[in-house]
T-cell receptor, first 113, second 113 residues
Framework: KQEVTQIPAALSVPEGENLVLNCSFT??????LQWFRQDPGKGLTSLLL?????REQTSGRLNASLDKSSGRSTLYIAASQPGDSATYLC????????????FGAGTQVVVTP | EAGVTQFPSHSVIEKGQTVTLRCDPI?????LYWYRRVMGKEIKFLLH????????ESGMPNNRFLAERTGGTYSTLKVQPAELEDSGVYFC???????????FGPGTRLTVL
């Protein structure tokens, strides 16, 4: 049974610092891993999707890495801004459950000006 | 292009009543998913439609929940009769045929009193 864990649960950093968010999963048989952002009272916005054959994906200030063998993914956000304040969620899709995303509990990020 | 839409955004009902949630996926997306987050827990998968067929309904909590997707377009999720523990946020997502990335709607916040 796949379990997805995100540490830390909450993080506060001053503006300009780099953010490092961690996601771990217990079953390495995955199709992909997706990082989302959720603002209070809003839906989920997809940030990056890493397929199982990939090691990383980049979009602007965001970079996500994937190490299937160790069951880890890391989301890096460079030069954080107050607008980056949100909850960040990772979700994995395992090979025996195509379509079904399994989510971590999220990391709540606050970037202070 | 319009995103995934959900109606209503909020619903407050009494225990024992019936509520129907609606999801309109992105046009042309064959895959439609329902998820929910109950208080303090991570987002959990409920079910997955491919067009009008239920591909995976392993996450449906019990037979008080009924999901339909008539004609392979919009979907409804009916809860009858609602219980207190059904309170939470219900998310809908969609993806293209064979698509790995899921796009989420803003969610419906359900409160059962």
């Amino acid at each position: 049974k796949q379990e997805v864990t995100q540490i830390p649960a909450a993080l506060s950093v001053p503006e300009g610092e780099n953010l490092v968010l961690n996601c771990s999963f217990t079953d390495s048989a995955i199709y992909n891993l997706q990082w989302f952002r959720q603002d209070p009272g809003k839906g989920l916005t997809s940030l990056l999707l890493i397929q199982s054959s990939q090691r990383e994906q980049t979009s602007g200030r965001l970079n996500a890495s994937l190490d299937k063998s160790s069951g880890r993914s890391t989301l890096y956000i460079a030069a954080s801004q107050p607008g980056d304040s949100a909850t960040y969620l990772c979700a994995v899709m395992t090979t025996d459950s195509w379509g079904k995303l399994q989510f971590g509990a999220g990391t709540q990020v606050v970037v202070t000006p | 292009e319009a995103g995934v839409t959900q109606f209503p955004s909020h619903s407050v009902i009494e225990k024992g009543q019936t509520v129907t949630l609606r999801c309109d996926p992105i046009s042309g997306h064959d895959n439609l998913y329902w998820y929910r987050r109950v208080m303090g827990k991570e987002i959990k998968f409920l079910l997955h439609f491919v067009k009008e067929s239920k591909q995976d309904e392993s996450g449906m909590p019990n037979n008080r929940f009924l999901a339909e997707r008539t004609g392979g377009t919009y979907s409804t999720l009916k809860v009858q009769p609602a219980e207190l523990e059904d309170s939470g946020v219900y998310f809908c997502a969609s993806s293209q045929a064979g698509g790995l990335g899921q796009f989420f709607g803003p969610g419906t916040r359900l409160t059962v009193l």
